[in-house]
């Protein structure tokens, strides 16, 4: 069997986080700045990704919604760690297709009710395609379930801290957002 070139840069780094395990930590990092109505140019990592509303919501559709693109980072987040842990278990995979569903009562973003701003239920389908049996994919299913990023952050409280700047001043953060 050909030696998979992931599996290869994976083990090179897991040798190398192994003798120097404080090189994994990181931050990731983000910006935004609204442009016209509701859209967003957001760099991401150096990259670019355009966010924006419906019409209906007053947005201009140039891009997909906030949650759109959090469903959309789920379903890549997914797709990306079951690749990595097939690699990681020498498991076969020809395919991976990841869809995601939300769903979302808008009320509540706008104050209309007391429905959650949020999705109140999120549906994966996990599709896997290869000539492993239904056990190794099930294998690989489960380490994905415990390693994955994103689905770690969709299930799990993050404290998240807000530091409110006005007109440009610095300042101490002035408060934790708590879920």
């Known amino acids: 069997m050909?030696?998979?070139?992931?599996?290869?840069?994976l083990s090179g780094l897991l040798h190398r986080l192994r003798s120097e395990p404080d090189r994994a930590a990181r931050s990731c990092f983000a910006s935004?700045?609204?442009a016209d109505g509701l859209r967003c140019v957001v760099d991401v990592g150096g990259h670019r990704l355009v966010l924006d509303e419906r019409p209906s919501l007053g947005g201009s559709d140039e891009g997909a919604s906030p949650m759109e693109a959090a469903l959309g980072v789920l379903a890549a987040c997914q797709a990306i760690t079951y690749r990595v842990w097939a690699?990681?278990?020498?498991?076969?995979l020809d395919r991976v297709r990841v869809e995601a569903v939300g769903d979302l009562d808008v009320s509540g973003f706008l104050g209309l009710s007391a429905a959650r701003p949020g999705f109140s239920a999120v549906r994966l389908?996990?599709?896997?395609?290869?000539?492993?049996?239904?056990?190794?994919y099930a294998e690989l299913a489960e380490a994905v379930d415990r390693h994955c990023p994103?689905?770690?952050?969709?299930?799990?409280?993050?404290?998240?801290?807000r530091r409110l700047v006005m007109n440009g001043s610095g300042g101490a953060p002035d408060g934790v957002v708590r879920g």
């Open 87 to 92: 690699a990681a278990l020498g498991v076969r």
């Open 2 to 9: 050909p030696v998979d070139p992931l599996a290869q840069r």
């Open 125 to 136: 389908v996990v599709e896997l395609h290869g000539p492993e049996g239904r056990e190794r």
């Open 150 to 161: 994103a689905l770690d952050l969709a299930l799990n409280p993050v404290p998240v801290e």
């Open 32 to 34: 935004t700045e609204l």
